[in-house]
């Protein structure tokens, strides 16, 4: 089920929320349009044991297995302005998976956070609208993407002790920069029994 369908302006239903909602969003023709705000983001810090969850997330609550798939675009500006889809028990325990503007140039890059964050860049991909995808088979997930939205990659595979029901949905961020403009095309869940994670169902 595409989570947007019927959406029209700043009216929300089908289950979605937001965590940190945005002054700057609507739902159009082309999905749902975020405009992050400034010093946004969701990480937390390593080594200076910063925790940072401030950047919007619009999410469904979500029990048991699922595949949720997005397509993403984004205006970057500064580094590590991104669009993602995130699925999240609370703010120590969650997972990302994003299309940044990281150093080498545009990229698909992961983080898992248990208390503390990863960073994990895994491939520069330049200015495109790529397909993101989370797989989730119990305490297994699988984070893939895709150019075409048919050959997908598999970015990672992984465990993490959550609870059944977590939200899952899409994140729009701009760490150091002014703003990030970011559009989600849809955001397709299907919550249905996942036999791997590391997987994709035939």
């Not at 993602?84 to 080498?104: F, P």
């Amino acid at each position: 089920m595409n989570m947007f369908q019927g959406m029209e302006g700043k009216s929300l239903g089908n289950g979605l929320y937001w965590l940190n909602e945005p002054q700057e969003w609507r739902f159009g023709p082309e999905g749902l349009l975020v405009n992050a705000p400034p010093s946004t983001n969701f990480f937390n810090d390593p080594e200076s044991a910063g925790v940072y969850v401030s950047a919007p997330f619009l999410y469904a609550e979500v029990k048991g297995d699922f595949d949720l798939t997005t397509r993403v675009d984004i205006r970057m500006l500064k580094w590590f302005d991104a669009g993602c889809l995130l699925v999240m028990a609370d703010s120590a325990n969650w997972a990302k998976l994003c299309y940044e503007n990281w150093k080498t140039g545009p990229s698909i890059v992961s983080v898992v956070t248990r208390t503390v964050s990863d960073d994990c860049p895994s491939h520069v991909i330049g200015q495109a609208k790529p397909y993101l995808r989370i797989l989730r088979s119990g305490n297994c997930f699988g984070f893939y993407s895709s150019l075409d939205g048919s050959s997908w990659t598999q970015i990672r595979y992984f465990s993490m002790d959550v609870p059944e029901k977590v939200k899952a949905g899409v994140l729009a961020q701009a760490p150091i920069g002014a703003s990030c403009r970011v559009s989600f095309e849809y955001m397709r869940l299907e919550v249905k029994p996942i036999k791997s994670a590391k997987v994709l169902p035939g």
